[in-house]
């Protein structure tokens, strides 16, 4: 069974950082794209940044310049390094890995989410 587990999160101040790491683990034979997701209360979820296995990234507007998706291919991991944190950041962020090879195929897998909330 593939999964995937989220670490890095928690309470930071205004303008401060954090650097979240999500591991997939299982019988996992390539991962096309992985990346983070988030939603805040009320709000639906969005992509923040995503990584494809060629290292192509894309970033939500919101978080451009402040925050940088990687990922290292031969551990399965992905990572988020967050700076200047914003109280707008706040919210449960998700670990996406996307076209992910099993032997049972293709497969879509969700971390189970990570809370990150910038506070003062």
């Known amino acids: 069974q593939v999964q995937l587990v989220e670490s890095g999160g928690g309470l930071v101040q205004p303008g401060g950082s954090l650097r979240l790491s999500c591991a997939a683990s299982?019988?996992?034979?390539?991962?096309?794209?992985m990346g983070w997701y988030r939603q805040a209360p009320g709000k639906q979820r969005e992509l923040v940044a995503r990584?494809?296995?060629?290292?192509?990234?894309n970033y939500a507007d919101s978080v451009k310049g402040r925050f940088t998706v990687s990922r290292n291919n031969a551990k399965n991991t992905v990572y988020l390094q967050m700076n200047s944190l914003k109280p707008g950041d706040t919210a449960v962020y998700y670990c996406?890995?996307?076209?992910?090879?099993?032997?049972?195929?293709?497969?879509?897998?969700w971390g189970q989410g990570t809370l990150v909330t910038v506070s003062s």
């Open positions: 996406n890995a996307d076209d992910l090879a099993t032997p049972d195929g293709y497969l879509e897998v």
């Open positions: 299982g019988s996992i034979f390539s991962i096309n794209a």
């Open positions: 990584i494809t296995s060629g290292g192509s990234t």
